[in-house]
């Protein structure tokens, strides 16, 4: 299986470029749903340890249905599938400039979640122009053991979010453990509670918000991944998410870009304009580096060829 491996401002993406199972044809939507239902061991063997790491999100390139499309791309974690992957389509557009199949440049991908577009600016430069996201609930209220009552909104940026801010913990690296274990209580207490999309997505992310430190940053955050890990990167649908909240609140501008930091210090600059139904579009942009090219090995007798279980 032909990978390679990218990490955008600290977060990894391993796009798949062969290999991988037949999910045959029709709208991408339903092929992610083929290889969520059929073929998680496929998504596990991948990025479990020992071949993958816990924060790795995978990228299966696919053949797009609309021609107007240069690839489709489903994002997913070991356990579950990713509407969209901010981090992810950056880490895919320097890949394929590293792969020489596209140069400096706007394309257009297609993702389960819909049509995005990633504009390659360098080598290592890549907005991504996201799918419509919305808040679609404000200031809702959750029981949470050991927390008590949270408040937060509900938000989609091509993955659910349930928004926090201020945040109830410190926003500090020596915090994450503390952060990681609360934001998966909220998480599965708004699950419990039936918080989520309109049609009873539940919310698959936590984020946090604060002030940050720092000159000319916006805010920091930290964001809970579905899997449970953290993303190291502001999470680019998770920056969406925001930018809707920011966007109902009449806090943002169109086009006015603000700068937006994880909980390890990476940035991504983001900015929005009204969307055609109601929402906004989001403009991402970040750095993305390949780091490695590889092929993955599958021997029968490997006990640990679908990765690590516990
Ligand atoms: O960048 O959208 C993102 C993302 C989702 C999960 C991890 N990163």
Not at 19 to 33: K, N, S, T, V
Not at 192 to 216: K, L
Not at 224 to 250: E, I, K, V
Request: proline content about 6%; glycine content about 12%; overall charge negative.
């Amino acid at each position: 299986m032909h990978v390679i491996d990218s990490h955008t401002v600290g977060e990894p993406t391993r796009v798949i470029l062969d290999g991988g199972p037949d999910l045959g044809d029709g709208p991408l939507a339903e092929r992610a749903r083929r290889l969520q239902d059929d073929h998680l061991d496929f998504c596990r063997s991948v990025l479990r340890e020992p071949r993958g790491q816990p924060a790795m999100v995978g990228a299966l390139v696919v053949p797009p249905t609309d021609p107007d499309c240069i690839a489709g791309v489903i994002f997913f974690e070991a356990d579950m599938l990713l509407g969209m992957c901010g981090h992810g389509a950056m880490g895919l557009g320097v890949t394929l400039a590293h792969l020489g199949r596209i140069s400096l440049g706007n394309y257009a991908i297609e993702t389960p979640a819909g049509i995005i577009d990633v504009t390659l600016h360098d080598t290592n430069t890549v907005t991504v122009t996201n799918v419509e996201s919305r808040r679609v609930r404000k200031g809702v209220s959750v029981d949470v053991e050991g927390l008590g009552s949270v408040k937060g909104d509900v938000a989609y940026g091509g993955n659910w979010f349930f928004i926090i801010e201020p945040s109830p913990i410190p926003l500090e690296t020596r915090n994450i453990g503390w952060l990681a274990s609360a934001a998966a209580a909220i998480r599965a207490s708004a699950i419990a509670a039936g918080i989520g999309g309109e049609d009873g997505q539940p919310v698959d992310h936590v984020i946090f918000h604060d002030r940050s430190d720092r000159h000319n940053i916006h805010s920091r955050s930290f964001v809970l991944c579905p899997d449970d890990t953290y993303d190291r990167s502001p999470c680019g649908t998770g920056c969406s998410a925001r930018l809707a909240c920011l966007w109902a609140d009449g806090r943002i501008a169109p086009d006015e870009e603000i700068t937006l930091e994880s909980i390890i210090g990476s940035t991504y600059r983001a900015s929005c304009r009204p969307g055609p139904s109601g929402g906004i579009v989001p403009k991402i942009t970040g750095k993305a580096w390949v780091m490695a090219e590889s092929q993955l090995l599958f021997h029968e007798d490997d006990p640990y060829r679908r990765g690590i279980s516990l």
